[in-house]
């Protein structure tokens, strides 16, 4: 089988008719092609597409006639010539010629996510040992959108891509005025025209997915009201490193059921975790993406609200701040906070938890509150390891994001 594998990659809609295929079904493009597969004709026109051996594709039609994805990594290898019986009518669809973004950890799947984090493991050892050698984002842009404050997320992208060879550019909250001087959609075309990807931090969601429909080139989530991605997937390596891997560990969140629950959800939906948000009454996650966290059948996914046994047995205890940067939440003060007593994160509820038991936070941290100082500086605390694999994560995003 000829196995010349080329260089691009973009984002493509692929259907494939596949009478096999149900509902959840999900077949691995290495069985593609390991059977020879070839795609369609419209596959072969182009030349610069491969697919990754490990990619998976799930059938999201409800009649499940058809196995379809919007692939963020599908890269077709372009000369498997035999046709398949598994997918004989495959269709390429790339009339927006856009590339696929990173929005959500639940757009993604298992083997991607492993991907990526075998990939920022990879580059975490170059640039740990210094080696500023591998500049694959050479000659590229990076455009970053902050409509709030940042510490992390700004220095780890514009710094994780100076240090891949690319430039970084900011917009702050004045600068560009997103959707109130200029309409997002206008917004997003114009960036694409200039750069090879986006990092957005917004407060509505909608935001970042109106940037991501509109613009050409890939959009990466920094934070939303609704979600955090990135954060997520810095955690899920930090875990990896400190356990080994993440499959299957007891992650138990305390606190408010905000951004950094929702992309935990997220990740609970598609791959194998055992969650729990502990939060007070009234405080609880967004309920459809718990059901769908619940209901995939990767996870054991729970909301309680008692601190002290949920954390028993735990591998993570994990925090965030009480009231966060959404509009309104900072200026609710002590109504707000009254709400968290006996949720604070410090050293008995981590004795109960067990001595197996790590500090995670995705900072910033107000001490005091929602952590005790002590709990920040104790040597189960992980927290300015999860600061600094924000970087080798999302480096690990926009590579796959940009095809290498
Ligand atoms: N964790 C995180 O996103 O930090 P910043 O708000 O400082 O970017
Ligand atoms: N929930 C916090 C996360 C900060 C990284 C916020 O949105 O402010």
Redesign the pocket.
């Known amino acids: 089988m000829p196995n010349t594998i080329s260089t691009m990659s973009f984002s493509i809609l692929a259907r494939f008719n596949c009478p096999r295929a149900r509902r959840g079904h999900s077949v691995r493009s290495d069985q593609l092609l390991a059977r020879g597969t070839r795609l369609s004709c419209q596959v072969r026109k182009m030349p610069h597409v491969r697919i990754k051996p490990t990619n998976s594709y799930r059938c999201k039609d409800a009649s499940c006639t058809h196995l379809s994805l919007k692939a963020p990594f599908l890269r077709v290898q372009s000369s498997l010539l035999a046709s398949s019986p598994f997918f004989p009518k495959a269709k390429v669809e790339n009339n927006k010629s856009r590339l696929p973004s990173f929005l959500h950890i639940s757009d993604y799947e298992e083997s991607q996510i492993d991907l990526i984090l075998e990939r920022a493991t990879e580059v975490k050892g170059f640039l740990r040992a210094g080696d500023r050698s591998f500049r694959p984002f050479k000659g590229r842009t990076l455009c970053m959108i902050f409509t709030?404050p940042?510490l992390?997320?700004r220095v780890s992208f514009e710094t994780g891509f100076h240090l891949l060879g690319g430039h970084a550019i900011y917009l702050g909250p004045d600068d560009i005025g997103l959707g109130g001087r200029e309409e997002t959609r206008d917004i997003a075309r114009v960036l694409s025209r200039y750069n090879d990807i986006i990092m957005a931090r917004t407060f509505a969601h909608q935001e970042v997915l109106d940037l991501a429909e509109y613009g050409t080139v890939p959009v990466v989530n920094g934070?939303t009201?609704f979600n955090?991605p990135c954060?997520i997937m810095a955690d899920a390596l930090t875990i990896k490193e400190a356990f080994g891997s993440v499959k299957g560990k007891k992650i138990v969140y305390v606190g408010?059921g905000?951004?950094?629950v929702h992309s935990w959800l997220e990740l609970a939906a598609v791959y194998p975790i055992h969650f729990i948000c502990c939060c007070p009454a009234g405080y609880e996650p967004d309920k459809d993406l718990l059901l769908r966290a619940q209901s995939a059948g990767f996870s054991s996914v729970e909301v309680r609200n008692d601190p002290l046994n949920a954390v028993r047995g735990a591998d993570v205890i994990y925090g965030?701040?009480w009231?966060?940067?959404?509009a309104g939440?900072k200026e609710e003060g002590e109504s707000r906070y009254k709400a968290f007593e006996g949720f604070q994160i410090n050293s008995k509820l981590m004795a109960a938890a067990g001595p197996q038991c790590r500090f995670m936070h995705?900072?910033?941290a107000e001490r005091g509150l929602e952590c005790t100082d002590e709990v920040m500086e104790a040597s189960y605390s992980l927290v300015f390891e999860e600061a600094e694999n924000r970087m080798h994560a999302q480096n690990a995003i926009m590579l796959e994001l940009l095809g290498h």
């Open positions: 709030k940042s992390r997320t934070l009201d955090h954060q408010d905000n951004n950094i965030d701040v009231a966060s940067m959404n939440q995705c900072l910033p």
